[in-house]
């Protein structure tokens, strides 16, 4: 679903990147960057959602070694570092690893953007890491940076 529907906003009131697993490759550090030097964003989001489809492409890979020669590869191998955490974790149930694949993106954008930790120190954006259950539209925090 369109991010400016879940979030009861017109086309072109958010600034959207939207990838797979929202796995975040440098365009995607860039764009969010841009969003909150030059847009002034007061807030990314990173928007997990249950029955993901890259978390689910990336269990089977880690149980069955399930491959693929094209660029979905590549998204499952950028989300294999939550999934083997959460299982390090004991976590088990599908929401809770989706949880963790959100906590885990957070983290990264905060940790490889020198910029976006800088604002959020500043008090001038945060990053807030939801998970959207698509039957109900209802969305839950899952994990906060720079929000009090």
Do not use: W
Request: hydrophobic share 45%; glycine share 10%.
């Amino acid at each position: 679903m369109a991010a400016e529907i879940i979030f009861d906003r017109g086309l072109g009131d958010l600034f959207v990147v939207r990838t797979a697993g929202h796995v975040a490759g440098s365009e995607v550090l860039g764009s969010i960057e841009y969003a909150v030097s030059i847009l002034k964003a007061p807030l990314v989001v990173v928007l997990g959602h249950d029955s993901c489809g890259a978390v689910a492409a990336t269990r089977a890979a880690l149980t069955d070694g399930l491959g693929t020669n094209s660029f979905v590869r590549d998204v499952v191998e950028r989300v294999t570092p939550s999934v083997l955490a959460a299982q390090a974790a004991g976590l088990t149930d599908n929401d809770d690893i989706i949880d963790e694949h959100i906590r885990h993106t957070v983290d990264l954008l905060v940790d490889r953007s020198r910029l976006l930790a800088d604002k959020i120190e500043a008090g001038e954006t945060a990053v807030a890491g939801l998970s959207y259950h698509l039957a109900d539209g209802n969305a839950r925090v899952v994990t906060t940076r720079g929000l009090s």
